[in-house]
């Protein structure tokens, strides 16, 4: 026990000052998105300004311990992720718009914004990847493992995402860092956007689907490769396993045999559990 505490010890030392704070990555993360989408009844007037101060030194304190492997300094690291933020935030307006057009039981955007997972793991998305194309290392998936741990939906900072995306109920989606999905794109619980193979030699090669433009894959549908394409204004639907791309307006259908026993002519089935 006493090596085992003294290599706890060596590495606790090892790490101290080199990785960010995940807590306090997931505190950035929940006030980034109060900031931006005051639900919880918003700030006085004029307190915007306030607070971004304070998430520029939240930011700065989260980006200072990798410092060493940034490419530019933590301040034009923080000024350029923070010029990026209105035009993320008009992503957003159209994704929550989408989330009110293509939902019939989403009563307004700020219902949205409020209480829809999907929408809070897009935004942690969106804000991540903008710390991705800088190359900042670990940040962006603390952020987005934190929206995973919250919301059940799993997208990897380095997928590329268009504008006016929906995901619906969300639970168990997963979206791979090679990922590409084009404007007006609808996905459903359970839908995996993945890699057919897993060898880490393919680690910087594209391992994942391309989705175009208006295109709905509905819920437990699986779709991998990075050689798959589902062509524009195609619908997948559940449950569908897809490992080849399909041409634009396509419909895509998983085929599933029901039996209907008749009373008295079969066995009857017993599962044990």
Not at 5 to 29: I, K, M, W, Y
Not at 116 to 127: D, E, M, N, S, W
Request: aromatic share 8%.
């Amino acid at each position: 026990m006493q090596s085992f505490l003294q290599h706890l010890d060596e590495e606790q030392a090892r790490c101290a000052g080199t990785t960010p704070s995940v807590v306090l990555a997931n505190t950035f993360a929940d006030d980034v998105y109060e900031w931006l989408f005051p639900v919880s009844g918003g700030s006085a007037a004029g307190a915007a300004a306030t607070r971004y101060k304070d998430l520029q030194v939240q930011l700065q304190a989260l980006l200072r311990p990798l410092s060493v492997q940034l490419t530019t300094s933590v301040e034009q690291v923080s000024n350029q992720f923070f010029s990026a933020v209105p035009v993320v935030y008009e992503q957003l307006i159209q994704d929550a718009d989408a989330f009110y057009q293509y939902d019939p039981a989403a009563t307004d955007i700020t219902e949205v914004m409020a209480a829809y997972p999907g929408f809070k793991a897009i935004t942690v998305y969106r804000l991540a990847h903008q710390l991705h194309l800088q190359k900042v290392p670990l940040l962006p998936r603390l952020l987005s493992e934190y929206a995973h741990s919250k919301t059940g939906i799993d997208i990897h900072p380095g997928a590329t995402i268009g504008n006016s995306f929906f995901i619906d109920h969300g639970t168990g989606v997963v979206i791979g860092a090679t990922t590409i999905i084009g404007n007006h794109v609808r996905i459903y619980q359970g839908v995996t956007l993945g890699a057919l193979q897993v060898e880490k030699s393919l680690a910087n090669t594209k391992r994942h689907p391309t989705i175009e433009d208006n295109c709905v894959i509905y819920a437990n549908s699986t779709i991998l490769g990075g050689n798959t394409t589902v062509g524009h204004d195609s619908v997948v639907g559940g449950n569908t396993w897809l490992t080849a791309s399909v041409p634009p307006y396509s419909i895509v259908v998983h085929q599933s045999k029901v039996k209907v026993r008749t009373r008295g002519l079969e066995e009857p089935i017993h599962f044990v559990i």
